[in-house]
């Protein structure tokens, strides 16, 4: 076999584990794009020294365990990514003050396709999205670093506590006690629950139907009575957020009153349903990016509406249009 066969044949062989690479990579960094340059670095990695590999683990395991190093060096130089739920109290839309953090702050949304590989189990699928919902990934993130690792791969993954000792180059001992202290850790920190929503079941449909109707037609009255009434708003890369459907509303005829007239378009984001939100900017009918909104469904109400306002990263990445017109 020529080099190059070889060279095509090793290529192929490791681009079949990019989702689920980038998968585990952005349930630790919390980051899509440094998730995919984690991945692209494990890669480069992994051709550069696969003449050393030596077959005694399976090829799957040998690009985790390079990959978990990328992600732990990653780590160690930057800080945990959060939601702006995690750095503040909630404001008032009253007082709401908008303050400006930088992009490595926050948590980012990523398209369920680069995270997501298909699988024939029903229940896998599901474990495999709730895994990478907004609400978990944050409570991820106060995990320290390798012990984001053992969660990850012993509940996420599946793996045995033996094949994580043999990825992190420690003990079964260690791998159940690390474990251990990160369910107390998520213990403290419940994630909020969403409800699963792919596919869709009629009555989410309905619902978020419903809400694009409610929110194009700017009817405050039909959006208050899609909302929980713990629901919360979120701004990234504004820390502020807002907690309750009456200063969700109150925020909307306020400081928001921008978005009236606004137009959505569905997509999905970490396992949920969202829309790319565009504003009505001026004559003609156009529509420029406005935000990513990423929708927390629970018991037929909504509970999160997370808008993440940078479009010139979330709308190309999500295959969203650069504008619309009428």
């Not at 980051?31 to 670095?41: L, T």
């Not at 409570?139 to 053992?150: D, E, N, T, Y």
């Not at 708003?233 to 309750?244: A, F, I, Q, V």
Request: hydrophobic share 40%.
């Amino acid at each position: 076999m020529s080099d190059l066969s070889t060279a095509t044949d090793l290529d192929a062989r490791l681009e079949r584990h990019r989702v689920e690479l980038t998968g585990y990579c952005y349930r630790m960094l919390g980051s899509a794009f440094e998730a995919e340059d984690a991945v692209q670095d494990t890669l480069v990695r992994a051709w550069r020294s696969y003449e050393k590999f030596e077959g005694r683990s399976s090829l799957r395991s040998w690009l985790y365990r390079i990959a978990t190093n990328v992600c732990l060096d990653m780590l160690s130089a930057s800080g945990k990514r959060a939601r702006p739920m995690d750095l503040t109290a909630p404001q008032t839309a009253s007082s709401a003050v908008l303050n400006s953090r930088p992009e490595v702050t926050w948590l980012e949304p990523v398209p369920d396709a680069r995270v997501l590989p298909s699988v024939d189990d029903p229940a896998e699928t599901a474990v495999a999205r709730e895994s990478v919902r907004l609400a978990f990934v944050a409570a991820l993130q106060h995990l320290p670093p390798r012990q984001r690792a053992v969660l990850i791969l012993r509940e996420v993954l599946a793996w045995k506590a033996s094949e994580v000792a043999e990825l992190l180059g420690t003990t079964v001992a260690s791998v159940n006690s690390a474990l251990q202290r990160a369910r107390s850790t998520l213990a403290e920190s419940e994630p909020r629950a969403s409800d699963a929503a792919d596919p869709l079941s009629e009555a989410q449909q309905r619902l978020l139907a419903r809400y694009v109707e409610a929110f194009e037609g700017y009817d405050m009255t039909a959006l208050t009575a899609l909302l929980h009434e713990d629901a919360t708003l979120s701004m990234p890369p504004y820390d502020l957020w807002l907690r309750g459907h009456e200063d969700i509303v109150a925020w909307h005829v306020g400081p928001g009153h921008g978005c009236r007239g606004s137009r959505l378009v569905p997509t999905v984001a970490n396992g949920t349903p969202a829309f790319g939100q565009y504003r009505a900017s001026g004559p003609g009918g156009r529509h420029e990016p406005w935000s990513l909104q990423v929708v927390e469904i629970s018991d037929g109400k909504i509970v999160g509406l997370n808008a993440f306002l940078d479009t010139a990263r979330w709308f190309p990445l999500f295959g969203l249009p650069e504008q619309l017109d009428d």
